[in-house]
């Protein structure tokens, strides 16, 4: 890929000569003689350098005053600057501005040459990370929280007004497998954050010293196995998110010190003397009643009170059964990609088993029924076989006859998805003596999906 270098120069031989010696080097080259041709470019023909070198005094004005007002329309680029007037203030000036680098006329080629590789470097890593936290702002709408019903619309609605305000704390409830952790990431990517880290940490998933090791960091030698300097959780999230998932199971000593850090925006590592400043947006979620705990004295009131600046509850999947007709079809798609399958057709029983179900999982639940489905279906139709919900009278889908082409399956539960799959597999290589064509063409699989879960499951083939 060709990348293009702005050159801002007035001097036209300089000019011409640095032209020339990058469109050797193989970049695309943009001459300006001036701001106001620069102006042209970047703002109206929306240019897109990778780099750009400028001279600091032209005819028009001052280049870093160029530099801060029009930054923001190339965001990604990188500034280098050469002036043949250099000043202690001005490069001062320019480095806090975010210029990669200020040089004194006349300039050495090979030197130029070495900073405009790295600056080119910097520029790509750069452009990279904010094309990934585009895709994820896209990916991260809120109107990724799918949902046709009166409940999912109010939810799209609090979520898309949250991202345009600097809230400093926010609680979401809801069941498990609502969908807290989509709704954490709409907020951090669709807010200012965006280009920030989003750090996440499940506060039941880890023991309370590993917890408050992992949030406020610690120095050599604070306890046993403290080898190293480790950065808390709290220091990563520095102006950007922190996803504290089931804060309800923190201990109540370690709520006392976060609440500090949220207060006093300064967090102090365990063995550490200083304490260090830090801008954090904390989004918390738990499945449980934090305002009932708050009362009787299992969370800590105060730090609840800081916390519910705003408070966002997910609707349980049961009060908005009508959401199932955008969120099946969206899963039946996922895992058609995912494992080659081709179920397009969903035939009404299905439907009506899916809505009448009570789905204590929510969300989460469905997803691991439609994985089921996908995964074990041999055609075009969504296999009501393979839904086994609780509470609803089974179809058997084992066929019991003692035949080259039969299986038999328990559904009781006794056997887990994933060993179904493999005995499935396995059985198929055996019959087809272990010859993946014949295994796939049997199953109705491609080469490619079978030749992936032979390796997930560590199975024999003859190539």
């Not at 990724?144 to 609680?171: M, N």
């Not at 090791?213 to 999230?237: C, I, K, M, N």
């Amino acid at each position: 890929m060709i990348e293009t270098l702005l050159i801002i120069e007035d001097e036209k031989l300089l000019g011409s000569e640095l032209s020339r010696h990058y469109r050797q080097s193989g970049w695309e080259v943009v001459l300006a003689s001036n701001l106001q041709q620069a102006k042209e470019l970047l703002v109206n023909q929306s240019l897109e350098p990778l780099l750009i070198l400028s001279d600091m005094n032209l005819p028009d004005g001052n280049a870093l005053d160029f530099m801060e007002n029009h930054k923001k329309n190339v965001s990604h680029a990188e500034w280098l600057f050469l002036t043949g007037y250099g000043s202690v203030p001005d490069s001062v000036r320019a480095l806090r501005l975010g210029a990669y680098d200020f040089l004194e006329k006349p300039c050495d080629l090979e030197r130029l040459d070495l900073i405009v590789t790295s600056a080119a470097r910097s520029a790509a890593i750069q452009r990279r990370v904010i094309d990934q936290t585009k895709q994820r702002h896209r990916r991260y709408s809120p109107e990724a929280y799918l949902g046709k019903s009166e409940q999912a619309q109010q939810v799209r609605d609090i979520l898309a007004k949250l991202t345009q305000v600097p809230f400093s704390a926010l609680i979401i409830g809801g069941e498990s497998g609502t969908g807290k952790g989509l709704a954490a990431r709409i907020l951090h990517y669709g807010g200012a954050r965006a280009q920030q880290p989003l750090i996440e940490v499940n506060c039941a998933a880890l023991p309370r010293e590993l917890l408050e090791s992992e949030l406020f960091g610690h120095e050599p030698g604070a306890f046993t196995g403290a080898v190293g300097r480790h950065r808390g959780l709290l220091e990563q999230a520095d102006r950007g998110t922190l996803f504290m998932d089931e804060i309800g199971e923190m201990p109540l000593d370690l709520q006392a010190k976060l609440l500090k850090v949220i207060e006093d925006h300064k967090v102090r590592r365990l063995g550490g003397e200083k304490e260090i400043t830090v801008d954090v947006q904390i989004v918390t979620a738990s499945n449980r009643d934090l305002e009932k705990m708050a009362l009787d004295g299992s969370f800590r009131a105060d730090l609840y009170h800081r916390l519910s600046v705003f408070r966002v509850i997910l609707p349980p999947l049961r009060q908005a059964v009508e959401d199932l007709d955008e969120l099946v079809p969206m899963f039946v798609a996922e895992y058609n990609a995912k494992a080659g399958r081709q179920v397009k057709e969903i035939p009404e029983a299905v439907w009506k088993k899916l809505k009448a179900h009570h789905w204590p999982g929510n969300v989460r639940e469905l997803r691991n029924v439609i994985e089921r489905c996908v995964l074990f279906s041999d055609g075009p139709t969504f296999p009501l076989t393979w839904l086994q919900l609780p509470g609803q009278e089974q179809i058997s889908n084992v066929d019991t006859r003692n035949g080259e082409n039969s299986i038999v399956l328990p559904l009781d539960g006794s056997m887990a998805l994933d060993d179904m799959d493999k005995f499935i597999i396995k059985t198929a290589l055996e019959r087809a003596d272990y010859n993946l064509t014949a295994a796939a063409r049997a199953l109705g699989a491609t080469r490619e999906t079978l030749r992936y879960r032979v390796r997930k499951y560590n199975l024999k083939i003859n190539e």
